[in-house]
């Protein structure tokens, strides 16, 4: 494998060459109970082939990869749970669960040992990077490669967007606290979904017309302020997740939406410094990049597993 950069500027793959037209898209979606909590998922493909994980990010669920895992499951076996709070996952308050990145982490270890996920890549964006690099450290046998997608290991990659909520971190206030409460907004959901992108009416409104309900849930706010101050556990844990990048050398595949002011290709850049035979690849959207790039990155990942996943 080599290293190289490219960077995708209205490149979109074309329907000759998107897999999702040529299988069977079928779909199953289940839950697994853990700790009381019932954990839902969804999964595709047949047990046997080489084993993919989802791993979703903020403010969304495993609705983010609604159209990504019928793409790889001709190929692959695939499975993308909703972390607690998250999705048609159990929403316990913030008195009755600890939501902490470390909780998270241990509950999708769980569901993945029950579903007979034992050897995987990992596919990480956004808050799926601390869940998943603390499997990945803990496990590292277990893991066949990584695919990281605006997913965070590095201190470049925390930018003005973090100020407020390390100023919270800090303080630990209510008044820092309620200040980020504009981020669980229909106003910032949808911010989210088209800041950066190429053509943001190309973008479904379904995204938000899922999301912001289940935010708008009552007790929801509490727990997305608690996951907020709670990222603050993940910064100190950097330099052993880039320990383990240096140790283990995972193959890894980084598709970047390049726009993104949340995790900036700012933090793209240093995984070279760690994994020198990486491939970085910096597409001209925003910070959900499946939804105005998937094509391109499932292709890109089936690249990438077919030469890694099944060793």
Known sequence: MFTFITTALLLPLVNSADPVAAIDPLVRYGTETVDGLDIFYREAGRAGNPQVVLLHGFPTSSHMFRDLIPRLAGDFHVIAPDYPGFGLS????????????ANIASIVETV????????????????????GFRIAEAHPERVTGLIVQNGNAY???LREF???IKKYWASGSAKDRDALRGLLTIDATKWQYQHGTRQPESISPDNWLVVQPLLDRPGNQAIQLALFYDYRTNVPLYPRWQQYFREFQP??????GANDPIFPAEGAHPYLRDLPDAELHLLDTGHFALEEDGA???????????ENAAQ
């Open 90 to 101: 159990s929403m316990p308050s913030t008195e009755e669960f600890d939501y902490t990145f």
């Open 112 to 131: 993945l040992f029950r579903r007979g996920f034992d050897r995987y890549a990992l596919y990480l964006m956004d808050y799926g990077a601390p869940v």
């Open 155 to 157: 201190d470049e990659g």
């Open 162 to 164: 973090w100020d407020p």
């Open 251 to 256: 193959p890894t595949l980084i598709v970047w």
């Open 296 to 306: 391109r990155i499932a292709a890109l990942m089936r690249e990438f597993l077919l």
